[in-house]
């Protein structure tokens, strides 16, 4: 066998043990993406379930918006930045603000995030949206949760898209509606 075979086989041995390098490459990059999906997921669900972001969410979604009505709580939600109970707003929108860059930037798929989450989302959202519009004012800085607002316009279309969330062609399971009947007799 001539020096130039010899050659050209070595050449091409070396290149598909590249290639097959490189492809056993993309599909560990795979894998370590997956495995850091899982876990910011479960970071947030974590999150979202703890005690204190539950109660901080609670404030946000149902007693602040009665309290935009009162001009004196209204004066002492605006100051910036948020303290007392009012930390909760902080709590919450930041929270949403790095949920939603991690959905921006590929971390989170966002069809798994609107699915898990989108009604919390919008929920949280709507209630801080008179907050979100006084403090990018206020600060002049319309950047200010722009990752929570790109999360929210996601969960919104998410919502839109999928009225019910369950999946088409799938029978859905009887109902009990036995405490629905104890709870209001008719």
Same mark, same amino acid.
């Given at each position: 066998? @001539?020096?130039?075979?010899?050659?050209?086989?070595?050449?091409?041995?070396?290149?598909?043990?590249?290639?097959?390098?490189? +492809?056993?490459?993309?599909?560990?990059?795979? /894998?370590?993406?997956?495995?850091?999906?899982? +876990?910011?997921?479960?970071?947030?669900?974590?999150?979202?379930?703890?005690?204190?972001?539950?109660?901080?969410?609670?404030?946000?979604?149902?007693?602040?918006?009665?309290?935009?009505?009162?001009?004196?709580?209204?004066?002492?939600?605006?100051?910036? $930045?948020?303290?007392?109970?009012?930390?909760?707003?902080?709590?919450?929108?930041?929270?949403?603000?790095?949920? =939603?860059?991690?959905?921006?930037? =590929? +971390?989170?798929?966002?069809?798994?995030?609107?699915?898990?989450?989108?009604? +919390?989302?919008?929920?949280?959202?709507?209630?801080?949206? $008179?907050?979100?519009?006084?403090?990018?004012?206020?600060?002049?800085?319309?950047?200010?949760?722009?990752?929570?607002?790109?999360?929210?316009?996601? @969960?919104?279309?998410?919502?839109?898209?999928?009225?019910? =969330?369950?999946?088409? =062609?799938?029978?859905?399971? /009887?109902?009990?509606?036995?405490?629905?009947?104890?709870?209001?007799?008719?």
């Amino acid at each position: 066998m @001539s020096w130039e075979a010899m050659t050209a086989i070595g050449t091409f041995i070396t290149s598909f043990v590249l290639a097959a390098a490189a +492809i056993a490459a993309i599909i560990q990059l795979r /894998h370590t993406r997956g495995s850091n999906q899982i +876990i910011a997921l479960t970071e947030c669900r974590e999150t979202i379930e703890s005690r204190e972001f539950s109660e901080s969410q609670r404030f946000v979604s149902f007693e602040l918006p009665k309290r935009f009505g009162d001009v004196g709580e209204c004066r002492k939600m605006a100051v910036l $930045p948020f303290s007392g109970e009012y930390e909760a707003i902080g709590t919450v929108a930041n929270f949403f603000e790095s949920m =939603g860059l991690f959905v921006k930037t =590929g +971390i989170i798929d966002r069809r798994i995030a609107c699915d898990f989450w989108s009604y +919390i989302v919008m929920r949280n959202w709507n209630a801080l949206l $008179p907050m979100t519009t006084y403090a990018r004012y206020k600060l002049a800085a319309p950047q200010l949760w722009e990752n929570f607002e790109y999360l929210a316009a996601l @969960s919104k279309r998410y919502m839109d898209e999928n009225a019910s =969330g369950y999946p088409a =062609g799938v029978p859905r399971m /009887h109902e009990d509606r036995s405490l629905i009947d104890a709870m209001d007799p008719e």
